[in-house]
């Protein structure tokens, strides 16, 4: 399963709201969907599972949505720590794959 | 707290077999609710799961490594290990090692390492 993320870049000031947007090729059953954080120089962070579960320690900014083909992740008002690239991943059929990233920058 | 750290030499030759190590620390390797998994990231692009071995040894690839590709475990050194047959410069990567949870059948990673660099050049 192909995940198309977008925009490529997204360009925001602190305080203000971002969403990011991950289309699947296909179905990948309901919301088997996970979204990660990448900071320059960093593994992956994890943020959001089965589509909107945030993982522990995660704040309560990010939240996600979405089901089948389309998912979003929000960040309802970006700190300076949420520039980054986020990833999504879909789990749903084996092999397990990511998007190509979507980078949130200044 | 449990830390994953991956080992191995960073300058493989084309054609011979890349070797890694994840070792665990602040954490019990053995348990049933955990996967742990590798993934690469080759430079300036996005991520690629490589593979999850599971708690009793049953191993998951992507097909499209499957054939040169073996994760093992050993659990009297609470470690997992990765071996990629025949490497290419395409297999030049950083490569992580990551925890699955239980919750998603491993198929999904909240814990990883800090990820070694590897490069394949003659």
């Known amino acids: 399963i192909v995940l198309t993320q977008s925009p490529g870049t997204l360009s925001l000031s602190p305080g203000e709201r971002a969403t990011l947007s991950c289309r699947a090729s296909?179905?990948?059953?309901?919301?088997?969907l996970a979204w990660y954080q990448q900071q320059p120089g960093q593994a992956p962070r994890l943020l959001i599972y089965?589509?909107?579960s945030r993982a522990p320690g995660i704040p309560d900014r990010f939240s996600g949505s979405g089901s089948s083909t389309d998912f979003t992740l929000t960040i309802s008002r970006l700190e300076p720590e949420d520039f980054a690239v986020y990833y999504c991943q879909q789990y749903g059929s084996s092999p397990w794959t990511f998007g190509q990233g979507t980078k949130v920058e200044i | 707290q449990l830390q994953l750290q991956e080992s191995g030499p960073g300058l493989v030759k084309p054609s011979e077999t890349l070797s890694l190590t994840c070792s665990l620390s602040g954490g019990s390797f053995s348990s049933s609710n955990y996967f742990w998994g590798w993934i690469r990231q080759p430079p300036g692009k996005g991520l690629e799961w490589i593979g999850t071995?599971?708690?009793?040894?049953?191993?998951l690839y992507n097909p499209s490594l499957k054939s040169r590709v073996t994760i093992s475990v050993d659990t009297s050194k609470s470690q997992f290990s990765l071996k990629v047959f025949s490497v290419t410069a395409a297999d030049t990567a950083m490569y992580y090692c990551?925890?699955?949870?239980?919750?998603?059948?491993?198929?999904?990673?909240?814990?990883w390492g800090q990820g070694t660099t590897v490069t394949v050049s003659s």
């Open positions: 089965d589509a909107s």
């Open positions: 071995v599971y708690y009793s040894g049953n191993t």
């Open positions: 296909q179905s990948i059953g309901s919301t088997l």
């Open positions: 990551a925890r699955g949870i239980a919750a998603t059948g491993g198929r999904v990673f909240d814990t």
